[in-house]
């Protein structure tokens, strides 16, 4: 399918799909027109000086959603009233880039006062992060307002580990109502990035506790991330999650699932579970960059739109770190 049939059917989805809810694609046109090119600008400007901005940005989206929804709570610090989701164990020195949101946050106040919700920032950040890695572009659908708590509980339980099996992975997207298309098409955000050598280690030395490697680790990477990753070495040290365009949007992390060359066990899984409905998937995103372009796309409008509020509900933060008089 080509790029421009591709947005057009995103588009398409986008206005008049199933999962469209109560939010739309142009809930902004008349109070806040510029809110896309503001928050790409300020993405564009921080990409100068960090790479990795991209794919953080979208985690933070990705990390949001599944806990209450898409609702910002993730990026609520700690007050006397809320206890933050920033300090939970998939979260806790992981999860970045709320500089940048601040800066997003700030110039918006600028233009529309009061007006586009931080987790609508977060759809459009994820958004233009990976348009901007030279991915799909899509009507990223607005309308959430802000919540006024958050679930530290929820994220400790609900996002999905580098460590984990397929089958609790798959639970996990079902139970936010994603499929296991959306569950490989989602992964492929991996396709850009960095993941510290905690989120792996245990691959590279003992594995589920057999004091061997991972055995569907490709064994020339995995003698190269032993180089990055000592076992007595630093658990901070990052490493590229996609070898091969570490920067770039692409397909190549199907390709890279193919050759035993995923960072993680539950990248590594969707390939290499026996008989996993996951394989024919990545198969097909491996040999096909605009089916899993279309597929992402459907798949961040779908996540995007897990248990929004909407209408009355929540508010509109002013500051992102905390809620309205907090």
Known sequence: MSTPVLVAVVLFMAMFGPSNGQLNATFYASTCPNVSSIVRGVIQNALQSDARIGASLIRLHFHDCFVNGCDGSVLLDNSSSIVTEKDAGPNVNSIRGFNVVDNIKTALENSCPGIVSCADILAIAAEASVSLSGGPTWNVLL????????????????????????????AKFSAVGLNTNDLVALSGAHTFGRGQCLTFISRLYNFSGTGNPDPTLNTTYLATLRQSCPQNGSLTTLNNLDPTTPDTFDNNYYTNLQNNQGLFQSDQELFSTSGAPTITIVNNFAASQSAFFQSFAASMINMGNISPLTGSNGQIRTDCKRVNGG
Do not use: K, M, Q, V
Request: charged share 20%; no cysteine; glycine share 8%.
């Open 143 to 170: 309308g959430r307002r802000d919540s006024t708590t958050a679930n530290r509980a929820g994220a400790n339980s609900n996002l999905p580990t580098p460590f984990e099996s397929l089958s609790n992975i798959t």
